[in-house]
């Protein structure tokens, strides 16, 4: 913020070197003319008043309203300037009417004697603004008619916070020298008030903001039912630094596969159309804020629509706008990333909405730090529970390996040991038809071994898991799980060409048995892949058979290291 001296007699420097506003307003009450002396109990009690409230508009209202009663103003006004000095954030007004202030607007800077005095070191007298030059113009459109007018800064601690304005005495006289004396003292009682309620809603606005970061850590993190989907976690860091940030929309963005980014989580208050808009945005690789992002900076506009740097065609829904970089020490996440950075987290406020003031930017670059870390946590967290349930996984496919498969393979021995023995033809062939059940229940039991060896997605996967994979795909829209049997070595012997050709022969042929079951549902759908078939010329080969409900319905068959065809 800038700063600016005390205008109005010594005043002894506190530990920050600045003057101390305490002995400032003491020095200022020893100097009161004789004249106002039967004013001071007044004065003392709107002293009092003014500083009896840390909420930061309350204090502005008590400002405005003391000031207008101790001076007989008709109208009179407290207006704030942001953190950095810069603009007008907010204005409390006393005895306009509601219907007025809809005229006048919520922050009428283009008034010429608001504008001059946010910054000006002065106090500003005008007897009659209707015949001073100084006063042309100077009023926002719509606000009543005034005659008088004494705008005096408000200041504490060598800062400005704003000004205290006060119009149309209510007898018809202009505002006098003790006039200004007496505000000029409750000015500097005002700078303190508004001192201590914005140090206590930057406090607030801290704590905020810590827990907000905190949250979305536990949220991550924690819980019985922690959001373990990737999407989710964005989600949470989106809707929970809009709320923080007072934005319109708050929004996750992540490198997209041709160079620019893309809106992967969005929490917006736009409306139906916008918010479509927004869920399929994509800022062109082309945009300098795509640039300044990879390179690990923020991006901030005071108007988004009219910033230079911003090509998208979003940005005419949004005003001030931060765009934080997400960084990863680690250089790694799930979604991947450009080396440390993994995305941005965008924070958007609605067109002529308040600017981001610098501890803003600077809390919310820490939720973003701190969101990151989160993610990529979180991340970590998936995939150790990923692995947690693979390796779950391979102990229950060795368990029926090592014990069930062997107990049944066995119990089909012993089987045909009896079957060979026995001289009743009817035992022969029952024993029979159970070798052959107990030879399926072992093709069956295999076949969930090596589904249950799955990998991730996105790892390699031989052709058995590809088969699986098509097979369970088509489950939901045939309404049975299909049954599949390998038969030999299918992933060692198949070549890749042969392999390629007989999952696009299957998923025409589940394609095709979904059609049917439109009409007749079958029961059972029986895949079979056969790496130990011999073709028609005597070359070894693959064979696959589809059969619906016992009725075979595809048999195709290929060299194993070719992508030739053959079938029906």
Same mark, same amino acid.
């Given at each position: 913020?800038?700063?600016?001296?005390?205008?109005?007699?010594?005043?002894?420097?506190?530990?920050?070197?600045?003057?101390?506003?305490?002995?400032?307003?003491?020095?200022?009450?020893?100097? *009161?003319?004789?004249?106002? *002396?039967?004013?001071?109990?007044?004065?003392?009690?709107?002293?009092?008043?003014?500083?009896?409230?840390?909420?930061?508009?309350?204090?502005?209202?008590?400002?405005?309203?003391?000031?207008?009663?101790?001076?007989?103003?008709?109208?009179?006004?407290?207006?704030?300037?942001?953190? /950095?000095?810069?603009?007008?954030?907010?204005?409390?007004?006393?005895?306009?009417?509601?219907?007025?202030? &809809?005229?006048?607007?919520?922050?009428?800077?283009?008034?010429?004697?608001?504008?001059?005095?946010?910054?000006?070191?002065?106090?500003?007298?005008?007897?009659?603004?209707?015949?001073?030059?100084?006063?042309?113009?100077?009023?926002?459109?719509?606000?009543?008619?005034?005659?008088?007018?004494?705008? =005096?800064?408000?200041?504490?601690?060598?800062?400005?916070?704003?000004?205290?304005?006060?119009?149309?005495?209510?007898?018809?006289?202009?505002?006098?020298?003790?006039?200004?004396?007496?505000?000029?003292?409750?000015?500097?009682?005002?700078?303190?008030?508004?001192?201590?309620? @914005?140090?206590?809603?930057?406090?607030?606005?801290?704590?905020?903001?810590?827990?907000?970061?905190?949250?979305?850590?536990?949220?991550?993190?924690?819980?019985?039912?922690?959001?373990?989907?990737?999407?989710?976690?964005?989600?949470?860091?989106?809707?929970?630094?809009?709320?923080?940030?007072?934005? =319109?929309?708050?929004?996750?963005?992540?490198?997209?596969?041709?160079?620019?980014?893309?809106?992967?989580?969005?929490?917006?208050?736009?409306?139906?159309?916008? &918010?479509?808009?927004?869920?399929?945005?994509?800022?062109?690789?082309?945009?300098?804020?795509?640039?300044?992002? @990879?390179?690990?900076?923020?991006?901030?506009?005071?108007?988004?629509?009219?910033?230079?740097?911003?090509?998208?065609?979003?940005?005419?829904?949004?005003?001030?706008?931060?765009?934080?970089? *997400?960084?990863?020490?680690?250089?790694?996440?799930?979604?991947?990333?450009?080396?440390?950075?993994?995305?941005?987290?965008?924070?958007?406020?609605?067109?002529?909405?308040?600017?981001?003031?610098?501890?803003?930017?600077? *809390?919310?670059?820490?939720?973003?730090?701190?969101?990151?870390?989160?993610?990529?946590?979180?991340?970590?967290?998936?995939?150790?529970?990923?692995?947690?349930?693979?390796?779950?996984?391979?102990?229950?496919?060795?368990?029926?390996?090592?014990?069930?498969?062997?107990?049944?393979?066995?119990?089909?021995?012993?089987?045909?040991?009896?079957?060979?023995?026995?001289? =009743?033809?009817?035992? @022969?062939?029952?024993?029979?038809?159970?070798?052959?059940?107990?030879?399926?229940?072992?093709?069956?039991?295999?076949?969930?071994?090596?589904?249950?060896?799955?990998?991730?997605?996105?790892?390699?996967?031989?052709?058995?898991?590809?088969?699986?994979?098509?097979?369970?795909?088509?489950?939901?829209?045939?309404? =049975?799980?299909?049954?599949?049997?390998?038969?030999?070595?299918?992933?060692?012997?198949?070549?890749?060409?042969?392999?390629?050709?007989?999952?696009?022969?299957?998923?025409?042929?589940?394609?095709?048995?979904?059609?049917?079951?439109?009409?007749?549902?079958?029961?059972?759908? /029986?895949?079979?892949?056969?790496?130990?078939?011999?073709?028609?010329?005597?070359?070894?080969?693959?064979?696959?058979?589809?059969?619906? /409900?016992?009725?075979?319905?595809?048999?195709?068959?290929?060299?194993?290291?070719?992508?030739?065809?053959?079938?029906?």
């Amino acid at each position: 913020m800038p700063h600016h001296p005390h205008c109005h007699g010594p005043a002894t420097p506190d530990a920050s070197g600045s003057p101390d506003p305490a002995e400032g307003t003491a020095q200022r009450l020893r100097d *009161l003319p004789d004249s106002l *002396l039967p004013r001071l109990p007044q004065l003392l009690e709107a002293m009092v008043t003014v500083g009896a409230d840390l909420d930061l508009t309350g204090a502005m209202r008590r400002v405005a309203d003391t000031a207008a009663a101790l001076t007989s103003a008709r109208y009179a006004a407290v207006g704030l300037l942001d953190e /950095d000095g810069v603009a007008l954030c907010d204005l409390i007004a006393h005895g306009v009417s509601p219907e007025d202030e &809809r005229r006048i607007g919520r922050l009428p800077e283009r008034s010429r004697i608001i504008g001059a005095l946010l910054h000006g070191t002065d106090a500003v007298r005008i007897a009659d603004v209707t015949r001073d030059p100084r006063a042309c113009g100077a009023l926002p459109p719509g606000h009543p008619p005034i005659r008088s007018f004494l705008g =005096v800064p408000i200041r504490a601690h060598g800062e400005r916070f704003g000004t205290l304005y006060l119009a149309d005495k209510r007898d018809g006289a202009e505002f006098d020298a003790e006039d200004l004396h007496l505000v000029r003292v409750l000015a500097t009682e005002a700078g303190i008030a508004m001192s201590n309620a @914005r140090l206590y809603a930057a406090a607030r606005q801290r704590r905020r903001w810590i827990d907000g970061a905190a949250s979305v850590t536990t949220a991550l993190l924690a819980g019985p039912t922690p959001r373990t989907a990737p999407e989710d976690a964005l989600a949470v860091v989106a809707e929970r630094g809009r709320e923080l940030a007072e934005a =319109v929309t708050g929004a996750v963005l992540l490198p997209h596969s041709e160079g620019g980014m893309e809106v992967a989580a969005l929490a917006t208050l736009l409306p139906d159309p916008a &918010r479509d808009e927004a869920y399929r945005g994509v800022i062109p690789p082309e945009s300098p804020v795509v640039h300044q992002l @990879r390179a690990g900076l923020a991006v901030h506009a005071d108007d988004f629509a009219a910033d230079p740097r911003s090509v998208s065609p979003l940005a005419r829904h949004y005003g001030p706008a931060m765009l934080l970089p *997400l960084r990863s020490e680690t250089g790694t996440h799930p979604a991947g990333g450009w080396g440390k950075v993994l995305g941005a987290l965008a924070l958007c406020r609605a067109p002529g909405e308040r600017r981001f003031t610098s501890s803003e930017r600077t *809390l919310a670059a820490q939720f973003a730090g701190q969101a990151a870390l989160a993610l990529v946590l979180a991340g970590a967290q998936r995939d150790r529970e990923r692995l947690a349930v693979y390796e779950d996984r391979d102990r229950i496919a060795r368990d029926l390996h090592d014990l069930v498969i062997q107990r049944l393979f066995a119990t089909g021995m012993l089987l045909e040991g009896t079957q060979r023995r026995t001289v =009743v033809p009817e035992v @022969r062939e029952g024993l029979g038809q159970a070798v052959d059940e107990l030879d399926a229940t072992i093709q069956e039991i295999r076949t969930a071994i090596i589904a249950l060896q799955q990998g991730p997605a996105g790892t390699p996967a031989g052709l058995r898991t590809r088969i699986l994979q098509e097979t369970g795909a088509a489950a939901p829209r045939l309404g =049975v799980r299909p049954s599949v049997r390998f038969v030999g070595p299918v992933d060692a012997r198949v070549g890749k060409a042969s392999g390629d050709a007989l999952i696009e022969e299957l998923r025409t042929a589940l394609t095709d048995a979904g059609e049917r079951s439109r009409t007749s549902a079958p029961h059972r759908i /029986d895949v079979v892949v056969d790496a130990t078939a011999v073709l028609g010329d005597g070359r070894a080969g693959v064979r696959l058979t589809v059969a619906e /409900d016992g009725v075979e319905a595809v048999d195709w068959e290929g060299p194993l290291q070719g992508g030739g065809r053959t079938g029906s």
